[in-house]
């Protein structure tokens, strides 16, 4: 499994059916996690884990000295999860794995994009930053 599938759309339904050979769709994953099902919740925990380990690889590549901005259709779904502390230790758990990077990576600040249209901000700001 590629990393562009594991943290992809559809990464929760694959993670789902390799743990327990039954294949749901995200939406009903992240519902099921909602109602604290275990089976999904431990999805959407391996979910967060492998996220990390791949921003901190991403991160020693480019070393983002303004920061970690994570966001897409997947962390927006997922966002409040991220407001719990286990889902956010297993991110961290990811991003700190190799231990010999630890001390460079708590450098770079990780920060999660909430808003639905970022993009749209983003272009928003361009044209209005040309008006002036």
Wanted: proline residues 4%; aromatic residues 14%; positive net charge.
């Amino acid at each position: 499994l590629s990393w562009e599938k594991a943290l992809s759309g559809k990464a929760l339904s694959y993670w789902y059916e390799y743990y327990f050979n039954e294949n749901l769709d995200p939406e009903k994953i992240t519902a099921l996690a909602k109602d604290k099902n275990p089976k999904a919740l431990k999805v959407i925990k391996k979910f967060f884990e492998l996220l990390g380990r791949k921003i901190s690889q991403l991160a020693f590549y480019s070393l983002p000295e303004g920061g970690i901005y994570i966001g897409g259709g997947v962390i927006y779904a997922l966002k409040e999860f991220l407001e719990i502390q286990e889902f956010k230790e297993a991110l961290l758990k990811g991003y700190f794995e190799n231990k010999k990077l630890r001390r460079l990576l708590e450098k770079f600040s990780l920060n999660v994009i909430l808003h639905p249209n970022p993009c749209l901000l983003g272009a928003l700001a361009i044209l209005r930053n040309q008006q002036k």
